[in-house]
T-cell receptor
Framework: AQSVTQLDSQVPVFEEAPVELRCNYSSSVSVYLFWYVQYPNQGLQLLLK??????LVKGINGFEAEFNKSQTSFHLRKPSVHISDTAEYFCAVSDQGGSEKLVFGKGTKLTVNP | SQTIHQWPATLVQPVGSPLSLECTVEGTSNPNLYWYRQAAGRGLQLLFY??????ISSEVPQNLSASRPQDRQFILSSKKLLLSDSGFYLC?????????????FGPGTRLTVL
């Protein structure tokens, strides 16, 4: 079984500042890794995913994430945030040899202040 | 292009009343379908997962049930709602191509049980 830990439930930052949202996972098998974003009162949409290859993955809206197998981490970063990035961010994993079912973390609420 | 619809958008129901939430997907065939519940501070909990008509697996024991009367229709039901059923219910679909698949989420239904 897999589990996902998002270490920060809330992250407040000022506009144009850099941000890092942390994600660690635990699994006895190899996993694929995902970051989803949820804007207020909406469904989730995919930001990026790591399947294989380069450990640095670039996604939409200027976000990127780096897979670190030794630290079992998949932290999300953006060098300069905008007010419009205010949302909840979810890290998720799926079992490489299993079904499409995702295991989600509890989410990190990013608030970008002017 | 594919779209996913959920209705109603919001619902307020008394304890002990029945529930029916509907989800439909357009623009694809034979999708995998998912029902999630999102409660405050608890992330996303997978409730039901379906790979085809009459092929539904329940992920957690509860007083909810799911049905898939048509290929692209997924219904979440309850005979008697509990206070603990309150939350944000999200439907999602994927192409059924394995654990690298992206899940696409609907706009959600906010259910309040009083």
């Amino acid at each position: 079984a897999q589990s996902v830990t998002q270490l920060d439930s809330q992250v407040p930052v000022f506009e144009e500042a850099p941000v890092e949202l942390r994600c660690n996972y635990s699994s006895s098998v190899s996993v694929y890794l995902f970051w989803y974003v949820q804007y207020p009162n909406q469904g989730l949409q995919l930001l990026l995913k790591y399947l294989s290859g380069s450990t640095l993955v670039k996604g939409i809206n200027g976000f990127e994430a780096e897979f670190n197998k030794s630290q079992t981490s998949f932290h999300l970063r953006k060098p300069s945030v905008h007010i419009s990035d205010t949302a909840e961010y979810f890290c998720a994993v799926s079992d490489q040899g299993g079904s499409e079912k995702l295991v989600f973390g509890k989410g990190t609420k990013l608030t970008v202040n002017p | 292009s594919q779209t996913i619809h959920q209705w109603p958008a919001t619902l307020v129901q008394p304890v002990g009343s029945p529930l029916s939430l509907e989800c439909t997907v357009e623009g694809t065939s034979n999708p995998n379908l998912y029902w999630y519940r999102q409660a405050a501070g608890r992330g996303l909990q997978l409730l039901f997962y379906s790979i085809g008509i009459d092929q539904i697996s329940s992920e957690v024991p509860q007083n909810l049930s799911a049905s898939r009367p048509q290929d692209r229709q997924f219904i979440l039901s309850s005979k008697k709602l509990l206070l603990s059923d309150s939350g944000f219910y999200l439907c999602a679909w994927s192409r059924g191509q394995g654990s690298t698949d992206t899940q696409y989420f609907g706009p959600g239904t906010r259910l309040t049980v009083l």
